[in-house]
């Protein structure tokens, strides 16, 4: 089953504006970690923002912020003012405790490009 | 302090080759995973490896195998390549096991391209 799911298709983003991602997920397990990371067209992947679920307030990381519910499960990354060099791809990510590894679960990603 | 290092950047095989890649963590990390990277099927986790163990590993035949040294590098290796064996395979170091939010570093990935 799938653990991580992101169905948007590419978005178009103006320069400056914000963008939401969306990210639900599947575990039965009470104790998780949520990341995101984004990937630009040299490959590397670069962590953005971690939110636990046992975390009450909302993870935020400069320009991104993950608004997280926990009862919808869902994990959503928002960019703010978007700029050029965020055209990517953006994965959302869940490590299950019951591994008790790092092992992480991702999704298909999001292809985010800004315009200007 | 310096990145995950991962070597070769690309790679060409032919089939029924074997490859090895190569991952350095980040100094004081002591954990590796590796993922691989298809368009079709996305990242896929492949193993993890902790103080020189494996840890756990994903559902990947046994063609795939790695190991880690004392100094935490580690190598994964690939036999009998397969024209699906074709991907991006990425390295990630991470501090330890314990927390729910230790942080994974990714390096930028081993092009492999099986001909």
């Known amino acids: 089953a799938q653990k991580i799911t992101q169905t948007q298709p590419g978005m178009f983003v103006q320069e400056k504006e914000a963008v939401t991602l969306d990210c639900t997920y599947d575990t039965s397990d009470q104790s998780y970690g949520l990341f995101w990371y984004k990937q630009p067209s040299s490959g590397e992947m670069i962590f953005l923002i971690y939110?636990?679920?046992?975390?009450?307030q909302n993870a935020t990381e400069g320009r991104y912020s993950l608004n997280f519910q926990k009862a919808r499960k869902s994990a959503n990354l928002v960019i703010s003012a978007s700029q050029l060099g965020d055209s990517a791809m953006y994965f959302c990510?869940?490590?299950?405790?019951?591994?008790?590894?790092?092992?992480?679960?991702f999704g298909k990603g999001n292809q985010v490009v800004v315009i200007p | 302090k310096a990145g995950v290092t991962q070597t070769p950047r690309y790679l060409i095989k032919t089939r029924g080759q074997q490859v090895t890649l190569s991952c350095s963590p980040i100094?004081?990390?002591?954990?590796v995973s590796w993922y691989q990277q298809t368009p079709g099927q996305g990242l896929q986790f492949l193993f993890e490896?902790?103080?020189?163990?494996?840890?756990n590993k994903g559902n990947f035949p046994g063609r795939f195998s790695g190991r880690q040294f004392s100094n935490s590098r580690s190598e994964m290796n690939v036999s009998t390549l397969e024209l699906g064996d074709s991907a991006l395979y990425l390295c990630?170091?991470?501090?330890?096991?314990?927390?729910?939010?230790?942080?994974?570093?990714f390096g930028q990935g081993t092009r492999l391209t099986v001909v």
């Open positions: 990510a869940m490590r299950e405790a019951v591994y008790g590894n790092n092992r992480l679960a």
């Open positions: 490896y902790f103080s020189e163990t494996q840890r």
């Open positions: 990630a170091s991470s501090f330890g096991l314990q927390g729910m939010n230790t942080e994974a570093f």
């Open positions: 100094s004081g990390h002591r954990s």
């Open positions: 939110q636990g679920s046992y975390d009450e």
